[in-house]
């Protein structure tokens, strides 16, 4: 086997684990069942596309894809973080609860 057929290869055995992972990853993001699942799979997608930006080029021999991977990592890291920030609000409103009883408390958080 000479180093092109290997890199070959390897090649195709990349992109095909690459599709496996995006394809279990849409299936989680797609079953949930929590916001949090979706938001990792969301960004496990993401980095798998940018993998796969970065195993075509080699594929191709076309380092122009490489400025397309930067490009969705940038976006998809603003996206996580907005994502993030969107979760965290959600569960602090979810977690609050109103007082109940309507006593009045001595100051020290004791009744």
Known sequence: MSAADFLDLSIQIGLGMILLGLAVAFIR??????????VVALDMMNITIIAFCGVFAIAIDDPSLLDVAIV???VGFLATVALARYAERYFERENKTP?????????????
């Open 29 to 38: 993001l797609a079953i949930g069942p929590t916001l949090a699942d979706r």
């Open 72 to 74: 969705v990592a940038l």
């Open 99 to 111: 007082q109940s009883g309507g006593g009045q408390t001595n100051g020290d958080g004791h009744d």
